[in-house]
């Protein structure tokens, strides 16, 4: 069994455009579906990926609502489990949350970056607690990102404070920390939070990987691509590279997952 924590698709009427102004300002980055649920499903059985879990991120105020009825909507079919967004700085991110658990989203996705806010600044623990409070597990994007330059919003650094006010699941994006590797290992390695390890595939050295595995252990590392960036099988040239044992593979295959998403 396979469980992507880490995927993307849009509606049909705006994928191809969100995609190539992703791809642009990410320096021309290579998709590997246009963008829609349809071939998010094709890469699905493509690469024997039986569960995906798409994340959907509100980059303003407007999308809110939209984002997340999109989500409610996907989170119907089979093989789909989608999570909602809020952006923090909207006057109804609180009750947003509420209708986001209503609506039987497991989880939300923030982006501090595209979303404008660090993951430790104060005035977000409102939301936190509001997300604990609901039970709901939060997926950040963690480290660098391809699309913006530094300061970025959510660094080892600054995850290991925010993680201080969550008193429920949180998943740090891309090996905890995109190209952050001595961070990760820092400040969130062997802490109690989960990775996913969702485009490492040519941006996670292996000795990294190695060491974050070797200090976290594999109880808390979930697999993941970024779909549409990368793919399954990028994603398990890495892993399979690792030296794991097969029921350490199988956690993080699907079995951490699982056991999160209570399925």
Known sequence: MLIDFHTHCFPDAIASKAVLKLSYASGGLNPHTNGTLCDLKRAMKDNDVDISVVLSIA??????????????????????????????????????????????LRGVKLHPDYQH?????????PIYKKISDLGLITVFHAGFDYGFPPPYGATPQKMAKALNWFDAPVVAAHWGGLSCGDDVLAHLAGRDIYFDISFGYGTMPKFYAEKILEKHGTDRILFGTDTPWHSADMEMRLLNTLNLCENDLDKIKYKNAKNLLNI
Do not use: H, W
Request: aromatic residues 8%.
């Open 117 to 125: 806010f660090s993951v430790d600044d104060e005035k977000m623990r």
């Open 59 to 104: 980059t303003n105020e407007k999308q809110q609502k939209n984002v997340n009825d999109f989500a409610a909507r996907l989170n119907s079919l089979d093989g789909i489990i989608a999570f909602g967004s809020v952006y923090p700085r909207a006057d109804d991110a609180l009750e947003e949350l509420e209708r986001i658990c209503a609506l039987g």
